[in-house]
């Protein structure tokens, strides 16, 4: 199923969105709700242009006339027994507005109208492909209402009749299927064509209204291609029931071919306007005045007479000032072209022949758009212009208009045009890979200070002595560093333990000759010795002693520190392991004890 409400946006043009938007706020301002019906629906539904809108009110239509007239809305004509009212909008919009009613018909021709629901409303319309509605109310904006399955009818291209009975309740239904197939090229469906052929030969034609006849006859002025219309309605007879002076003999062929090939020229550079009233003095350009002046009083909206005698006097006006001053600069021109009505631009493109106008109307097709693509999009990106800028659109218009006129040929000059538009330059990126590194070393900084923290937290004894400075290379680890460490340790002790300062001074020394002697990796065996600390010592050395016991300490500063090796690990983990931290502290001291009297 299509997506209607991408229809309504897209395949609607801008002025008829806009007709359509005011005609829904009046309608809901009133409380009233409100659909798009008919015609409007089936084109949109079959990919057709649209070209009139319908529109039904679930209430009385005519409530709305004195709001829609406020809105910019011309009120062409009305018809009451429906509660139907004719509008024009700008840029030549024709809207129907009517209310949703039943009908029954007691005598054919002569229905009997009642307040119904859009459901109800839809069921008494002419041909299913017609008895189609679109909401256009909030919360079921776009749902299609199809209760006669009239998608199916369009698919196959064919008008299906909505009752059996239809031609027989009102006959005008025969001609305008008629009009429909003319203008669309459809068939009608078997039942529908046996029917309609029984209402030719039955006559049912006389019961339609003098009203109908004269709104279908103008219904032939307005189609994009009369002439196919007209043509096929003569073909069929019915001309003689509508207007008999109407007719294809009485038709100017040549000039309404012409007048068709100018209006699908202007629609081609953007602009859309009817051609009704240029069409009705090439249509009746055979037909006597007195017929002419009888046709128009037919017309049951009046306000397309109106524009039909006024046409003329508009376009030669708009004729005059495109050929003035004012239009003298190409930009000015075009811009005169898409200001003015459609419908007066038409007729002047069609009727004056003067060089003036029809030169410029010739550059208006051929020159003056190649102007756009001669825009520097590239230059404009270079400068940071792009579309995501406030005022995009109108900068390139003016550019456009610029270019129209033969200004800025040169880079420089565009850049001058376009420098008060360029916004600033935005700041340099950020560099992720210096971030990132940074990042990185903060981290691996903060990690190492860690690491640091928690040995030093697990290791009260190698926490630093007030007022010393933290070493800061990989020489802690050799076996100077650690003499220092160990006499670090060792002063550490003497604070904590309760030990007199004499007796702290033997362990010392002998946790720096420790290591050389038995093995015994540096950091363990200053545990070991710090652990046994608090064992008091049995016979404290002379201060000689300490002097001679400190003098190998001095070559182990300039000898490379060596690392124990994994042997020599698990021997230091297993003596301590073994061995209580007081016992073993208190054996070393003895051994020290009695190799310093054998070297006396």
Do not use: C
């Not at 009613?101 to 859009?118: D, E, H, R």
């Not at 190698?462 to 680890?477: F, N, Y």
């Amino acid at each position: 199923m299509a997506d209607y409400i991408y229809l309504l946006e897209n395949r609607l043009s801008k002025a008829q969105r806009s007709a359509l938007d005011k005609v829904v706020e009046i309608a809901r301002n009133k409380g009233l709700t409100s659909f798009l019906v008919g015609g409007a629906v089936r084109d949109l539904t079959a990919g057709s242009p649209v070209r009139d809108l319908d529109v039904a009110i679930q209430g009385s239509a005519l409530k709305l006339k004195k709001d829609i007239e406020k809105a910019g809305g011309i009120l062409s004509g009305e018809f009451e027994p429906t509660q139907s009212l004719f509008v024009e909008f700008p840029d030549g919009i024709r809207m129907e507005i009517g209310s949703t009613l039943s009908a029954s018909y007691p005598k054919p021709g002569k229905p009997v109208y009642k307040s119904a629901t859009i459901l109800e409303d839809l069921r008494r319309r002419d041909f299913t492909a017609n008895a189609m509605a679109l909401s256009l109310n909030e919360g079921s904006y776009g749902l299609l209402m199809d209760p006669l399955n009239g998608v199916a009818d369009i698919e196959n291209r064919e008008l299906r009749l909505v009752n059996n009975y239809g031609f027989i309740e009102d006959p005008v239904r025969m001609i305008r299927a008629v009009r429909l197939m003319a203008r669309l090229g459809w068939q009608m469906d078997e039942r529908t064509r046996s029917r309609y052929e029984t209402g030719k030969e039955e006559g049912y034609i006389s019961a339609m209204s003098s009203w109908q006849k004269g709104y279908e006859t103008e219904e032939i002025f307005h189609e994009e291609d009369p002439l196919r219309v007209l043509g096929r309605l003569e073909a069929e007879g019915w001309m003689k029931h509508l207007n008999p002076t109407v007719s294809l003999s009485k038709a100017n062929a040549t000039e309404l071919e012409r007048l068709r090939d100018v209006q699908l020229e202007l629609q081609v550079h953007g602009i859309h306007g009817q051609a009704a009233a240029a069409n009705f003095p090439l249509l009746t350009a055979k037909m006597p005045p007195k017929d002419i002046a009888d046709l128009k009083k037919s017309f049951p909206r009046q306000a397309f007479v109106r524009e039909i005698e006024n046409l003329e006097t508009e376009g030669k006006a708009f004729a005059a000032q495109l050929s003035s001053k004012e239009g003298a600069q190409p930009s000015q021109a075009w811009k005169m072209l898409h200001s003015a009505r459609p419908e007066a631009v038409i007729w002047a493109a069609h009727h004056v022949k003067t060089g003036g106008v029809q030169n410029k109307l010739k550059s208006f097709y051929t020159d003056w758009p190649q102007a756009r693509q001669r825009i520097p999009y590239t230059l404009m990106q270079e400068m940071r212009i792009t579309p995501e800028l406030a005022g995009y659109d109108e900068l390139v218009e003016k550019l456009f208009f610029e270019l129209m006129d033969n200004h800025l040929a040169t880079v420089e000059e565009q850049k001058a045009f376009l420098e008060p538009y360029s916004p600033p330059a935005p700041p340099p990126p950020v560099n992720l890979r210096r971030a990132r590194a940074g990042r990185k070393e903060s981290k691996s900084s903060k990690a190492r200070k860690k690491a640091v923290e928690a040995e030093t937290a697990g290791n009260p004894e190698e926490q630093p002595l007030e007022g010393a400075a933290e070493p800061t290379s990989p020489a802690r680890k050799s076996a100077g560093s650690s003499a220092e460490r160990s006499e670090k340790k060792s002063a550490s002790t003497k604070k904590s333990a309760p030990v007199p300062a004499k007796k702290a001074a033997p362990v010392s020394v002998k946790k720096a000759s420790m290591p050389a002697r038995s093995g015994v990796p540096q950091k363990v065996a200053a545990k070991v010795v710090a652990k046994g600390a608090s064992t008091p010592a049995k016979k404290p050395l002379p201060a000689a002693k300490k002097a001679a016991t400190k003098k190998p300490a001095a070559p182990a500063k300039k000898l490379p520190a060596r690392k124990p090796t994994p042997v020599k690990k698990a021997v230091a983990k297993k003596v301590v392991a073994k061995a209580p931290a007081k016992k073993t502290a208190a054996k070393v001291v003895t051994k020290q004890a009695a190799s310093t009297k054998s070297r006396r």
